[in-house]
């Protein structure tokens, strides 16, 4: 093969950069558990809080840290343990009718309970708490994304007043809320016997080797390879974040093959950096 590339194994020139998009596939999030890296003690104890202890959850952190990753994996992992693991995403400006009225059309609910709901009129706390304890009757996790957009107190507070309410009813309806640091504060300001019944799972940042490895994983998946430096300067950069970790390693990906090189240099990872922040 021409061009310097060594192997006719990985994908031929007219498919690589389509491969590099694909492998790297920053544009959603994971959805498959192993390319989730560096959270399997998180996923263990969101397992092990909500499928076995039956409590509420808050998935917390900074944007980029890969909160939405894990919860649509933990949401997989839940799935097969039994429960009904259904996700959603908060919008501006939604109260609680809003957050959860989404949800109706997938719940496993008993037979005839959805004629019951009003459709001309909001849902309150009550009904939809009401609603969720009569018409389930199979464990399901409501996954809330994007939660950090509720910015009224109001329906924060509403929602601490759900989650209390879902606890004490026993209801087999269980929620998941995913957002940022704040929301702790400002569900438990309103419930603080809420601690007890909500496990709150940070997302921290990665440790240096788990995102080497992503690099890897991703750069094998496009039929590619990384020279070391270029490797641990993009691991530097990332500072803990799988989302720009895989980003860069994108741009260097293509740099690399803008030059028809099936191997990614430092000067690559570089140029890589270089062009994400100007497209930033």
Known sequence: ISGG?????????AF?????????????PVSDR??????????????????????????????GSGKTSLARVFGDLADEAGCVALYGSASEGAGVDGLFRP?????????????????DRPLSVQQ???????????????IVDEF??????RTRHEVATLLKLLTDMHSMVQIVLVGIAGNVDGLLAAHPSLRRHLFAQPVSPIERDELAGLLRLCAQQA????????????VSAAIGSPYHARLFGMHAALAAEGA????????DAQKGLAEALAEW
Do not use: C, M
Not at 5 to 13: C, D, K, N, V, Y
């Open 5 to 13: 590339r060594a192997s006719t194994a990985g994908p031929s020139i």
């Open 16 to 28: 690589r950069r389509n491969a590099v998009f694909a492998a790297f596939n920053t544009a959603v």
């Open 34 to 63: 192993h390319g989730l890296a560096g959270r399997k003690k998180e996923l263990a104890r969101l397992i092990d809080a909500v499928v076995k202890q039956r409590k509420h959850a808050l998935i917390y952190g900074a944007r």
């Open 103 to 119: 949800f109706l059309d997938e719940l496993p609910l008993q037979r005839g309970i959805a004629a019951t709901i009003p459709a």
């Open 128 to 142: 939809v708490a009401n609603l969720f304890v009569q018409g389930v009757n199979q464990r399901t996790l409501l």
């Open 148 to 153: 950090d957009r509720v910015a009224a107190e």
């Open 223 to 234: 039929g590619l390879s990384f020279e070391e430096e270029a490797v641990q300067t993009i």
């Open 260 to 267: 028809g090189r099936d191997r990614v240099t430092l000067a």
